[in-house]
C-alpha cells in the first residue's frame, strides 16, 4: 500500500472533504502525487498566463475553499507517459463512482467517455460537479 508524502498531504488538506475522500481510497491502489489543491489569486493567474488553465482567478474550481478541484499525476512523474494518466483517472472515477461522487477530469470535460474531442487536455485534473 502507497502513502501521500507531507506535501501531497498538505494540498489534499485544501480539498474538499469528497475528494479528500476519494484520494484516501485511490492511494491505496496506486501510487501518485498531488500537484496542486487551492490556488491563490496569484498562482492562478500564473498557471493563466502560462497557459496551464483557462480561466483567471476567481473563475478555477480550484480557488474555491475549499478546493472542489486537485490536479494528480503518477508517481513517479512521466509526462510523456498518457497511460499511466489514463489509469490513475479511471482508477479515480471508479472510486467516484462507488462513493456517489460525481467528477469531471481534464481529459474528458463533457463526460461523455471520448478523450478525443477536446482541445484543452488537462490530464492531471479532477473536479468535483456539484
Known amino acids: 500500500m502507497y502513502k501521500f508524502g507531507t506535501k501531497s498531504q498538505q494540498k489534499i488538506a485544501t480539498c474538499h472533504p469528497d475528494l479528500q475522500d476519494i ?3 485511490a492511494i491505496k491502489i496506486v501510487d501518485f502525487t498531488v500537484l496542486c489543491g487551492h490556488r491563490g489569486e496569484e498562482e492562478q493567474n500564473e498557471y493563466f498566463h502560462s497557459g496551464r488553465s483557462k480561466v483567471q482567478y476567481p473563475n478555477s ?3 474555491q475553499m475549499p478546493s472542489v478541484a486537485v490536479d494528480i499525476a503518477p508517481y513517479p512523474i512521466d509526462w510523456n507517459n498518457i497511460e499511466r494518466f489514463a489509469q490513475l483517472g479511471g482508477i479515480i472515477k471508479g472510486i467516484a463512482h462507488t462513493k456517489g461522487v460525481k467528477i469531471r477530469c481534464g481529459f474528458d470535460w463533457d463526460c461523455d467517455g471520448d478523450i478525443t474531442d477536446h482541445s484543452f487536455m488537462d490530464w492531471p485534473h ?5
Open 23 to 25: 484520494l484516501d481510497e
Open 61 to 63: 474550481k480550484h480557488n
Open 126 to 130: 479532477i473536479e468535483l460537479v456539484l
